[in-house]
Structures are given as C-alpha cells and as structure tokens.
C-alpha cells in the first residue's frame, strides 16, 4: 500500500509569514498532485509535478518534487488569509488509474 | 465548462433507509472516482471506474455500498441500509486517464448525515 505522510498535520501562521509543508513516501511516483480544498467545497488542483527535482511556481506558490521522485514540498511567500485551507498532496505510481491521498495540512492564515 | 455535478449537495436520513447520490463527469472525461471524507479518515477512495467499468472496488467498506456507471455521463453510489457511521462527506471527481497524468476534478461533494 502507497502512504503519503504530510507534515505539519495543522499550521497557524500570520498574515506575511512564510510556510513549507511537506509530503513523503517511501514509493516513487510518477505524478504528484497538490491540491486546495476550502470548507464546504470539494478539492481543487493546483499542480501537478512528473520530472524528479522539477520545480513548479504558481504566484507565490513553490512545488518542488524530489529528485526521487518520492517526495514533495510546498512553500507559500508571504502568506495571505485567502490561503487558508486544506492542502493535499496525491500520488500516482502509473498515469492511469487511481492516486494515493495524504491526510493533508490545514493552513489557517490570521490577517 | 461545467465541472464535476453532485447530486444532492446535503442529504439528511435515519438509519436504514436506501440513499442514492449522483454525479455527471466532466464530458470527455473516462475515470470516475467515488471519495468519502471524515474528520478522522481523511478522504478515502471508495471505487473507481474507467470507460464505466469498475476496476477497484477495495475501498467500498461493505456490501451495504454498491455504485453503477450505466454510462460516461452518469454514476451513483447507494447505501443500502444506511448507517450512522456513514455521515461523511462523499466526493465524485472524474480525470481524463492517460493523458492528464491523474488529474483529478472534483465535484462539490454530497453532505449525508444519517440519524
């Protein structure tokens, strides 16, 4: 069985506040998705990472993937309250069929 | 475009009663997934399709769960009876497999509370 493990499992930092969550595996992947998912909605993707030690920006989003393709990390720039949420990392060890989903982290961002 | 569509966004029964949610995937798209999501389990695969076939069931907890996909624009997922331990929140998302290297594209989910 594929276990994504996410650290930290809850975050609570201040608005302008810098942040990395992290996720890992002992498998190699390959694909990894992140995605966001707000309170009464359901996940939205982000991005997804394929190539070992590829990094990925999305405005103040940073995704890199390990060069192992096992592992994978999400650093927010001067966090915004409107970063709040859960964010979810997925796993696919072949591009079709289903992912692995981590517990996630839960970002609260205080303005 | 319309996204992923559930139906119905909140379902509240008492236990034993048959429920049914629905869901229309992305047109185009040929993997359907079924997800429940709980506070203590975190988002569970139940089952998934591809080109409305079922092709892992592992995660349905029981015979008490059955889902169909009669064709690529429909599916539903029914508990039959239901239980407390049921509540949760049920995701359907859908990804064009193959090509979207496992993207997948949620709906905004159904909020069952059995009682």
């Known amino acids: 069985t594929q276990l994504l493990e996410q650290s930290p499992q809850f975050l609570s930092i201040q608005e302008g506040e810098n942040l990395t969550v992290y996720c890992n595996s002992s498998s190699v992947f390959s694909s990894l998705q992140w995605y966001r998912q707000e309170p009464g909605e359901g996940p939205v993707l982000l991005v997804t990472v394929v190539t070992g030690g590829e990094v990925k920006k999305l405005k103040r989003l940073t995704f890199q993937f390990g060069d192992a393709r096992k592992d994978s990390s999400l650093h927010i720039t001067a966090a915004q309250p409107g970063d709040t949420g859960l964010y979810l990392c997925?796993?696919?060890?072949?591009?079709?069929?289903?992912?692995?989903f981590g517990d996630g982290t839960t970002l609260t961002v205080k303005p | 475009d319309a996204g992923v569509i559930q139906s119905p966004r909140h379902e509240v029964t008492e236990m034993g009663q048959e429920v049914t949610l629905r869901c229309k995937p992305i047109?185009?798209?040929?993997?359907l997934f079924w997800y429940r999501q709980t506070m203590m389990r975190g988002l569970e695969l139940l089952i998934y399709f591809n080109n409305n076939v079922p092709i892992d069931d592992s995660g349905m907890p029981e015979d008490r769960f059955s889902a169909k996909m009669p064709n690529a624009s429909f599916s539903t997922l029914k508990i039959q009876p239901s239980e407390p331990r049921d509540s949760a929140v049920y995701f359907c998302?859908?990804?064009?497999?193959?090509?979207?290297?496992?993207?997948?594209?949620f709906g905004p989910g159904t909020r069952l509370t059995v009682l």
């Open positions: 997925a796993g696919a060890r072949t591009n079709a069929g289903k992912s692995t």
């Open positions: 047109s185009g798209h040929n993997s």
């Open positions: 998302a859908s990804s064009l497999s193959g090509v979207q290297r496992n993207e997948q594209f």
